[in-house]
């Protein structure tokens, strides 16, 4: 399932597949060498060629449990970027409300 160029997704995952934390080292390969006819095939730009490729197509859309390699490793990567990341931050960056705690008389102090 080669598809003769990598396949990078900037938007998504900008320092690469192998430095996003979420994909096996495998993975990473894997999409770099394989995305962009994984890619075209579950958007339907490609017709499968093969058994391997029809059987991928049939996997990702949900007609068969993903089995193959390709398959699961084309859901994980569904699965990220079409997750939200939610992002907690311990502190506030306003700080409007503390300044004004305290009055004239107490900053001579």
């Known amino acids: 399932m080669f598809?003769?160029?990598?396949f990078f997704?900037?938007?998504h995952f900008p320092k690469g597949f192998a430095r996003s934390g979420y994909f096996t080292i495998k993975d990473a390969q894997l999409l770099e060498t394989c995305g962009r006819t994984m890619k075209?095939?579950?958007e339907g730009t490609m017709v499968p060629q093969d058994e391997e490729q029809q059987?991928?197509?049939d996997e990702v859309?949900?007609?068969?449990?993903?089995e193959s390699q390709y398959s699961i490793c084309w859901?994980?990567?569904?699965?990220?970027?079409?997750?939200?990341?939610v992002v907690y931050?311990?502190?506030?960056?306003s700080r409007g409300g503390a300044a004004e705690d305290y009055s004239e008389a107490e900053a001579d102090e």
């Open 40 to 42: 075209a095939l579950f």
């Open 75 to 85: 859901l994980k990567y569904l699965k990220e970027i079409n997750h939200k990341h």
């Open 55 to 57: 059987k991928f197509v």
């Open 61 to 66: 859309n949900g007609r068969r449990a993903a």
């Open 89 to 93: 931050n311990l502190c506030s960056t």
């Open 9 to 11: 997704d900037d938007k």
């Open 3 to 6: 598809s003769g160029q990598r």
